[in-house]
């Protein structure tokens, strides 16, 4: 069945270095969502992009935070460099245009250290 | 798994029983009102959603009401089962694909 898949499902890595965590939405969606789940902020809103244009990345830190949607079969969230701070659960989801519901992805788990 | 172990409010109910989760949203011109399920390790499964011109809507052992008076949203789950236990986020939007805003969540215990 279709289903939105992340990669990588966890992901290790010290201060300083980049990540890059991937998303295939599900084949027909033109809207993507990138959400980050932590303690103590829940789901917060990253970026979104429409038929792969940027609509709203104000949630992201734009100074280590980039997202992008080379095609509509993937799209990219890339931190360079890590912090700490940056430890949480990231979702991407996807949806079709006029529709209400987004379909998540299963998580990344970044850990940095 | 990708659980974050928030600090949430517990709601603990007996197998068997209803359950009712209970929602505040904050933006009066939203449209569309969604429960999402997140079970450990999982991300977030969309229940039921609701159309601001309406007041309720039942689907499979769920019922969503939506009191715009108070801007109040629940959840009620009827006959809960062990797999009902979750994470059960309530979201808003102001118009279809647009980006959903998530209120915190509450914890939902079934005790066997």
């Known amino acids: 069945d279709a289903r939105v898949t992340q990669t990588p499902r966890h992901k290790v890595t010290e201060m300083g270095q980049e990540v890059t965590m991937r998303c295939q939405p599900i084949l027909g969606h033109n809207t993507v969502f990138w959400y980050r789940q932590t303690m103590m902020q829940g789901l917060e809103l990253l970026a979104y992009f429409r038929n792969r244009a940027p609509l709203d990345d104000s949630g992201m830190p734009k100074d280590r935070f980039s997202a992008e949607m080379p095609d509509a079969t993937l799209a990219t969230l890339k931190i360079q460099p890590s912090e700490p701070r940056d430890s949480a659960v990231y979702f991407c989801a996807s949806g079709r245009l006029g529709g209400t519901e987004a379909f998540f992805g299963q998580g990344t788990r970044l850990t940095v250290v | 798994g990708e659980s974050v172990g928030l600090h949430l409010p517990t709601l603990s109910v007996q197998e068997g029983d209803n359950s009712i989760i209970n929602c505040a949203y904050s933006?009066?011109?939203?449209?569309?009102f969604i429960w999402y399920k997140q079970e450990s390790g999982k991300g977030p499964q969309f229940i039921i959603d609701?159309?601001?011109?309406?007041d309720k809507r039942q689907g499979q052992r769920v019922t969503v009401l939506l009191n715009k008076t108070v801007k109040h949203l629940s959840l009620q789950i009827a006959a809960t089962q062990p797999g009902d236990s979750a994470v059960y986020f309530c979201a808003e939007n102001l118009k279809g694909n647009t980006p959903l805003v998530f209120g915190k969540g509450t914890r939902l215990s079934v005790i066997a």
């Open positions: 609701i159309r601001s011109n309406m």
């Open positions: 933006n009066s011109a939203s449209d569309y």
